[in-house]
């Protein structure tokens, strides 16, 4: 049996002073995108997601049905095939150089505090 995969996962809320509309501005603009594109591949991941949320009466009931917060405003997955490659691009200079430029660009329209990361892990034959 083929090991697992690892899949990071960000679970973007959006800053607080921002509408759907600025916010859906900034994650759809060419530079976010053209930082992403870097980052898939310095990282040497073979797949990236980047999807936002639906603003629809559908989502509001899923919410409502079991009284949860508002639902994260986008999710981003970055798809690796190995883990010990994604640990050597996390240990480069240009990687985490690209990190910061990232970070600074995104904090003009993610809420850091209120969003989530985190890796998991996935078996491509299930």
């Known amino acids: 049996m083929e090991p697992s995969k690892l899949l990071f996962v960000h679970c973007v809320k959006r800053?607080?002073?921002l509408d759907s509309g600025e916010f859906r501005r900034f994650w759809n603009s060419a530079e976010y995108r053209s930082l992403l594109?870097?980052?898939v591949l310095l990282s040497g991941a073979r797949r990236m997601e980047k999807n936002l949320t639906l603003v629809i009466e559908a989502?509001?009931?899923l919410q409502e049905e079991r009284g949860t917060d508002d639902p994260f405003d986008g999710i981003i997955e970055l798809?690796?095939?190995?883990a010990r490659d994604l640990?050597?691009?996390?240990e480069s200079t240009e990687f985490?150089?690209?990190?910061?430029?990232?970070?600074?660009?995104?904090?003009?329209?993610i809420d850091f505090h209120e969003s989530?990361?985190?890796?998991?892990?996935?078996?491509p034959e299930t």
């Open 37 to 39: 594109d870097r980052m």
């Open 96 to 109: 985490n150089e690209l990190m910061a430029e990232l970070e600074e660009y995104q904090s003009g329209f």
């Open 15 to 17: 800053n607080k002073d």
């Open 59 to 61: 989502n509001t009931m």
């Open 79 to 82: 798809w690796s095939d190995s």
């Open 87 to 90: 640990n050597a691009a996390l």
């Open 116 to 123: 989530r990361r985190f890796f998991t892990e996935y078996n």
